[in-house]
């Protein structure tokens, strides 16, 4: 597999652009064989970042910026998703905490016939380094309502680091229900993750989930009490979505 789109959501990324996280990407990417395109999707940054991102994205070549209104990531990264180009997409936090290196990993899982290959910092052989004791708590907490209510089996939805056909992820971003577009006040990651692979699980796509290096990287974006509630509601409602026969 040597044909790989890479999807990049930003929102208020101005540190870490000025931390060099984008060169570091790009990088990496001079150092593989890989057949790339990069698009970075900008989800309504209101700190001036996504015109010093636009800038320094036309200066490259195989990159591709686009303004998003803010919609949260689901929507952020659903924008790239179906402006992909390659038979593979990669989505990737614009942090590097999961850095792009760590590709070199899930790679091998698509020749093995799996469609869809995602990092986990959780199953045996996976490193998290300097995270605090409570965001792996909650981490925890938040794993076993998913594997309680939605899908099994799976030990870490909320990497942000996941490989999927084309094809078939268009498809999946194509038929969520709860994470359509709509505008959000604050910043928001949510629980589409859980959604996405919600959906894929109940298609029988095959999925790998494979252990990666992560880095914890501090962020003012995400309010522990606001952000937990929500993801735990969206939770629900899939749930719920499931049931009343939302997903046929």
């Not at 060169?23 to 057949?35: E, F, P, S």
């Not at 792009?100 to 469609?115: I, M």
């Not at 880095?215 to 929500?230: E, G, I, K, M």
Request: net charge positive; aromatic share 12%.
């Amino acid at each position: 597999m040597k044909n790989l789109t890479i999807v990049i959501p930003a929102y208020n990324e101005l540190d870490n652009f000025k931390a060099g996280k984008l060169q570091q990407v790009a990088d990496y990417l001079k150092t593989n064989q890989l057949n790339w395109q990069v698009i970075v999707v900008d989800d309504g940054s209101t700190d001036g970042s996504n015109k010093t991102i636009k800038t320094w994205v036309k200066k490259h070549k195989n990159w591709q910026f686009i303004q998003n209104p803010h919609q949260g990531k689901a929507s952020t990264v659903m924008t790239g998703v179906l402006k992909a180009k390659h038979s593979y997409i990669l989505f990737t936090d614009f942090d590097q905490a999961t850095p792009l290196s760590e590709v070199d990993k899930l790679l091998p899982f698509l020749k093995k016939g799996y469609k869809i290959v995602i990092g986990s910092r959780e199953v045996k052989g996976s490193i998290r380094e300097k995270e605090p004791w409570y965001r792996h708590f909650m981490g925890k907490i938040f794993n076993f309502i998913v594997q309680l209510l939605t899908i099994r089996g799976i030990h870490d939805t909320q990497c942000g680091f996941k490989i999927f056909k084309t094809q078939i992820a268009q498809e999946l971003f194509s038929s969520l229900k709860v994470y359509q577009p709509k505008p959000e006040k604050y910043a928001f990651t949510g629980a589409f993750d859980v959604e996405l692979l919600f959906l894929a699980n109940k298609k029988g796509y095959k999925i790998a989930e494979v252990p990666v290096h992560w880095f914890h990287a501090p962020t003012s974006r995400v309010h522990p009490l606001r952000d937990s509630f929500r993801m735990f509601s969206h939770v629900l409602k899939i749930r719920f979505t499931h049931i009343l026969g939302g997903y046929r």
